[in-house]
């Protein structure tokens, strides 16, 4: 490994809890909260000792965050620690604190970008030495590597999104890069309606020609009105919002589009063409080709669908339909 090969540790030793700085997180890969983390340590006792460097101010937390804010909120006067022995590099505490998340348990990709950007922050190069990286569980490819750092840098709010995988890392690393109060917007929506990749893109695509073609921010578009009365509609399920939301978006986005989807709708439904037959209009409403497909099993409902079909070519709204006129 490319980091410091004659790191060691001293013995276990105990400290002050004082003695630790609480507000140095240099070191830190994950971001969850201690949780209900104090009553195990409470009825069981501190199972792995905390990993310190012993520094000029004080004691800086390598690895074991939650476990000190643990004692800490049982209120410990001092805690059983790991001590990394000076001088240490700070890239190899780097190593050491990435490993001992990523050796234990696979790391979320919040955890993977955070250990990513921990590393090269301390890297001697500027970057992790791919071998490095290997041996750590962490991706090699420069092209990943890329797209997961930022993650751990965009808002708290986007975060949790991805966690929760209500935002997938493709759709982050397309919100991200449109600043923190779009990206907000859009994670807060799609964490309300769950929806799938290809219409949280749609939706961004929309609202983000909506904003550039008003001179508006996406953000406000997302703020309006109409779209936050959908979204709290609690007669509403996911996909009935997720439904209206992409209707009234494309309705403003484009509004003869919409106005010819509306009209070809409704003329659909007044030829009451029941299950076996189906009229789609022409792709985009762009052209004049229509598609009517038959659904049939057995050779009687030919019969009735042929002359359901000469019905239908004689039918007002369906003239009107096929000429506009």
Same mark, same amino acid.
């Given at each position: 490994m490319a980091s410091d090969g004659g790191l060691t540790e001293n013995c276990t030793r105990l400290i002050p809890l004082a003695d630790i700085d609480p507000g140095d997180d240099r070191f830190r890969i994950t971001t969850r909260r201690s949780d209900d983390l104090h009553l195990s340590v409470q009825r069981l006792g501190l199972l792995a000792a905390p990993l310190v460097l012993d520094g000029a101010d004080g004691?800086?937390? /390598?690895?074991?965050? +939650? &476990?000190?804010?643990?004692? &800490? &909120? #049982?209120?410990?006067?001092?805690?059983?620690?790991r001590v990394l022995r000076a001088p240490t590099t700070m890239y190899a505490c780097a190593i050491k604190a990435v490993g001992e998340n990523s050796m234990a348990r696979p790391l979320n990709l919040i955890?993977?970008?955070?250990? #990513?950007? /921990? #590393?090269?922050?301390? @890297?001697?190069?500027?970057s992790i030495p791919p071998e490095d990286a290997a041996a750590l569980g962490l991706p090699t490819h420069a092209g990943l590597a890329a797209k997961l750092k930022p993650l751990c840098r965009m808002p708290e709010e986007v975060q949790?999104?991805?966690?929760?995988?209500?935002?997938?890392? @493709?759709? @982050?690393?397309?919100?991200?890069?449109?600043?923190?109060?779009?990206? /907000?917007?859009?994670?807060? !929506?799609?964490?309300?309606?769950?929806?799938?990749?290809?219409?949280?893109?749609?939706?961004?695509?929309?609202?983000?020609?909506?904003?550039?073609?008003?001179?508006?921010?996406?953000?406000?578009?997302?703020?309006?009105?109409? !779209?936050l009365r959908v979204q709290d509609a609690e007669d509403l399920d996911h996909n009935q919002k997720t439904q209206r939301i992409r209707r009234l978006l494309r309705q403003r986005r484009f509004p003869a589009l919409a106005a010819a989807e509306d009209r070809f709708h409704a003329l659909r439904q007044r030829l009451k063409l029941g299950e076996n037959l189906q009229l789609a209009p022409p792709r985009d409403f762009e052209g004049t080709r229509f598609t009517l497909t038959l659904n049939f099993e057995r !050779?009687?409902? /030919?019969?009735?669908? +042929?002359?359901?079909?000469?019905e239908l070519v004689d039918h007002p709204d369906f003239k009107t339909l096929l000429t506009g006129k």
């Open positions: 004691f800086i937390v /390598v690895s074991g965050f +939650r &476990r000190v804010e643990a004692c &800490r &909120r #049982l209120g410990w006067g001092s805690i059983p620690v955890e993977t970008s955070r250990a #990513l950007h /921990v #590393l090269d922050q301390h @890297a001697p190069e500027g949790a999104a991805v966690l929760e995988n209500a935002v997938s890392f @493709a759709m @982050a690393c397309e919100i991200g890069p449109l600043g923190e109060g779009a990206a /907000v917007a859009f994670a807060r !929506l799609f964490r309300r309606l769950k929806t799938s990749l290809n219409k949280q893109r749609e939706i961004v695509t929309l609202v983000s020609e909506i904003a550039c073609r008003e001179g508006r921010h996406s953000r406000d578009v997302l703020s309006e009105a109409g !779209l !050779l009687e409902e /030919v019969g009735r669908l +042929r002359a359901q079909l000469d």
